[in-house]
Protein backbone atom coordinates (compact mmCIF):
# COMPACT_ATOMS: atom_id res chain seq x y z
CA UNK A 1 0.00 0.00 0.00
CA UNK A 2 1.42 3.19 -1.05
CA UNK A 3 2.20 6.59 0.64
CA UNK A 4 -1.08 8.15 -0.95
CA UNK A 5 -3.28 5.05 -0.15
CA UNK A 6 -2.61 5.84 3.09
CA UNK A 7 -3.10 9.30 3.13
CA UNK A 8 -6.92 8.66 1.74
CA UNK A 9 -7.71 6.54 4.78
CA UNK A 10 -5.99 8.06 7.08
CA UNK A 11 -9.05 10.08 9.40
CA UNK A 12 -7.44 13.37 9.26
CA UNK A 13 -7.34 13.28 5.50
CA UNK A 14 -10.36 14.75 3.21
CA UNK A 15 -11.76 17.61 1.66
CA UNK A 16 -13.73 18.34 4.86
CA UNK A 17 -11.42 17.26 7.37
CA UNK A 18 -10.59 20.30 9.91
CA UNK A 19 -7.14 19.98 9.08
CA UNK A 20 -8.42 21.30 5.04
CA UNK A 21 -10.91 23.42 6.07
CA UNK A 22 -7.94 25.45 8.46
CA UNK A 23 -6.14 25.33 5.32
CA UNK A 24 -8.70 26.86 3.42
CA UNK A 25 -8.93 29.24 6.06
CA UNK A 26 -5.52 30.43 6.30
CA UNK A 27 -5.00 30.18 3.20
CA UNK A 28 -7.45 32.94 2.20
CA UNK A 29 -6.04 34.67 4.76
CA UNK A 30 -2.46 34.62 3.21
CA UNK A 31 -4.04 35.53 -0.17
CA UNK A 32 -5.64 38.49 0.73
CA UNK A 33 -2.44 39.37 2.41
CA UNK A 34 -0.04 39.01 -0.56
CA UNK A 35 -2.47 40.88 -2.93
CA UNK A 36 -2.20 43.44 -0.26
CA UNK A 37 0.84 43.69 -0.62
CA UNK A 38 0.91 43.13 -4.25
CA UNK A 39 -1.58 46.19 -4.66
CA UNK A 40 0.36 48.60 -2.24
CA UNK A 41 3.63 47.90 -4.22
CA UNK A 42 1.94 48.64 -7.38
CA UNK A 43 0.38 51.41 -6.25
CA UNK A 44 3.76 52.65 -4.57
CA UNK A 45 5.56 52.04 -7.92
CA UNK A 46 3.47 54.23 -10.33
CA UNK A 47 2.99 56.90 -8.31
CA UNK A 48 6.99 57.17 -7.72
CA UNK A 49 7.83 56.76 -11.11
CA UNK A 50 5.30 58.54 -13.09
CA UNK A 51 3.36 60.99 -10.89
CA UNK A 52 7.00 61.89 -8.37
CA UNK A 53 4.45 60.91 -5.47
CA UNK A 54 5.46 57.56 -3.60
CA UNK A 55 2.24 55.95 -1.52
CA UNK A 56 2.61 57.19 1.95
CA UNK A 57 2.96 54.79 4.46
CA UNK A 58 3.86 52.13 2.16
CA UNK A 59 6.58 51.06 3.90
CA UNK A 60 4.38 50.88 7.12
CA UNK A 61 1.82 48.47 5.66
CA UNK A 62 3.93 46.18 3.43
CA UNK A 63 6.22 45.90 6.98
CA UNK A 64 2.54 44.86 8.38
CA UNK A 65 1.26 42.98 6.10
CA UNK A 66 4.86 41.02 6.01
CA UNK A 67 4.56 39.86 9.50
CA UNK A 68 0.92 38.82 8.81
CA UNK A 69 1.86 36.69 5.91
CA UNK A 70 5.01 35.00 6.92
CA UNK A 71 3.82 33.59 10.61
CA UNK A 72 0.13 32.90 8.91
CA UNK A 73 1.88 30.63 6.72
CA UNK A 74 3.93 29.30 9.32
CA UNK A 75 1.41 26.70 10.61
CA UNK A 76 1.23 25.37 6.88
CA UNK A 77 4.60 25.43 6.21
CA UNK A 78 4.81 23.74 9.24
CA UNK A 79 2.11 21.07 8.50
CA UNK A 80 3.11 20.18 4.92
CA UNK A 81 7.04 19.89 5.77
CA UNK A 82 7.85 22.24 3.53
CA UNK A 83 10.33 24.50 5.25
CA UNK A 84 13.93 24.38 3.12
CA UNK A 85 15.45 21.39 4.11
CA UNK A 86 18.56 19.52 2.46
CA UNK A 87 18.58 15.76 2.51
CA UNK A 88 22.39 14.85 1.49
CA UNK A 89 22.35 11.83 4.01
CA UNK A 90 18.68 10.47 3.67
CA UNK A 91 19.62 8.01 1.89
CA UNK A 92 22.42 6.26 3.73
CA UNK A 93 20.85 5.73 6.56
CA UNK A 94 17.82 3.29 7.09
CA UNK A 95 14.33 4.41 7.71
CA UNK A 96 14.81 3.58 11.47
CA UNK A 97 17.13 6.54 12.00
CA UNK A 98 15.33 8.58 9.86
CA UNK A 99 12.53 8.58 12.02
CA UNK A 100 14.34 8.89 15.52
CA UNK A 101 15.96 11.82 13.86
CA UNK A 102 12.51 13.44 12.50
CA UNK A 103 11.52 13.05 16.31
CA UNK A 104 14.51 15.12 17.51
CA UNK A 105 13.65 18.10 14.74
CA UNK A 106 10.19 17.87 16.10
CA UNK A 107 11.27 18.42 19.32
CA UNK A 108 13.85 20.87 18.36
CA UNK A 109 11.35 22.83 16.87
CA UNK A 110 8.96 22.56 19.49
CA UNK A 111 11.24 23.81 21.96
CA UNK A 112 12.34 26.96 19.50
CA UNK A 113 9.09 27.74 18.75
CA UNK A 114 7.62 27.68 22.28
CA UNK A 115 10.81 30.39 22.99
CA UNK A 116 9.55 32.51 20.40
CA UNK A 117 5.72 32.58 20.96
CA UNK A 118 6.65 33.03 24.51
CA UNK A 119 8.95 36.34 23.35
CA UNK A 120 5.78 37.73 21.43
CA UNK A 121 3.83 37.35 24.09
CA UNK A 122 5.63 39.32 25.97
CA UNK A 123 6.37 41.93 23.24
CA UNK A 124 2.45 42.13 22.72
CA UNK A 125 1.85 42.80 26.14
CA UNK A 126 4.83 45.48 25.72
CA UNK A 127 3.45 47.05 22.67
CA UNK A 128 -0.02 47.31 24.34
CA UNK A 129 1.14 48.67 27.42
CA UNK A 130 3.10 51.63 25.90
CA UNK A 131 0.16 51.99 23.14
CA UNK A 132 3.04 51.59 20.44
CA UNK A 133 1.70 52.53 17.13
CA UNK A 134 3.88 52.98 13.23
CA UNK A 135 4.28 56.49 12.61
CA UNK A 136 2.88 57.43 9.85
CA UNK A 137 -0.28 55.73 9.88
CA UNK A 138 -0.94 55.51 13.68
CA UNK A 139 -1.70 51.78 13.32
CA UNK A 140 -1.49 49.93 16.99
CA UNK A 141 1.38 47.27 16.96
CA UNK A 142 0.05 45.06 19.39
CA UNK A 143 -2.89 43.55 17.46
CA UNK A 144 0.15 42.08 15.26
CA UNK A 145 2.31 41.05 17.59
CA UNK A 146 -0.40 39.22 19.10
CA UNK A 147 -1.29 37.63 15.92
CA UNK A 148 2.31 36.42 15.50
CA UNK A 149 1.98 34.77 18.86
CA UNK A 150 -0.89 33.24 18.38
CA UNK A 151 0.02 31.69 14.83
CA UNK A 152 3.37 30.65 16.59
CA UNK A 153 0.82 28.89 19.08
CA UNK A 154 -0.88 26.93 16.26
CA UNK A 155 2.54 26.06 14.69
CA UNK A 156 3.35 24.47 17.82
CA UNK A 157 0.02 22.60 18.21
CA UNK A 158 0.62 21.38 15.04
CA UNK A 159 4.50 20.50 15.82
CA UNK A 160 2.93 18.46 18.42
CA UNK A 161 0.47 16.44 16.36
CA UNK A 162 3.50 16.09 14.10
CA UNK A 163 5.60 14.47 16.55
CA UNK A 164 2.60 12.35 17.98
CA UNK A 165 2.29 10.98 14.29
CA UNK A 166 6.03 9.96 13.90
CA UNK A 167 6.52 8.59 17.65
CA UNK A 168 3.18 6.20 17.18
CA UNK A 169 3.61 5.34 13.56
CA UNK A 170 3.57 6.12 10.23
CA UNK A 171 7.35 5.73 8.94
CA UNK A 172 8.82 9.15 7.66
CA UNK A 173 8.91 9.63 4.13
CA UNK A 174 12.14 10.48 2.26
CA UNK A 175 10.28 13.14 0.52
CA UNK A 176 9.49 16.38 3.05
CA UNK A 177 6.64 17.13 0.48
CA UNK A 178 4.79 14.24 1.13
CA UNK A 179 5.80 13.19 4.49
CA UNK A 180 2.60 14.88 6.56
CA UNK A 181 0.16 11.65 5.26
CA UNK A 182 -1.32 11.61 8.67
CA UNK A 183 -2.16 15.45 8.64
CA UNK A 184 -3.31 15.56 5.22
Not at 40 to 45: E, R, W
Amino acid sequence: MGETELSSQSPMAGGTSVWDQVDRVIGLLLAITIFFMMSVTLIDVIGRYFFHAPLPAADELTKLAMAVSIFGGLPLVTRHREHVTISLFDGLFPTSVLKIRQVVVDLICIGVMGGLCWRLILQAQSLADFNDKTLFLGVPLAPFAYFMAIMSGITIVVLFLMLWRDLTGSKPSQNSSSNMSGLS
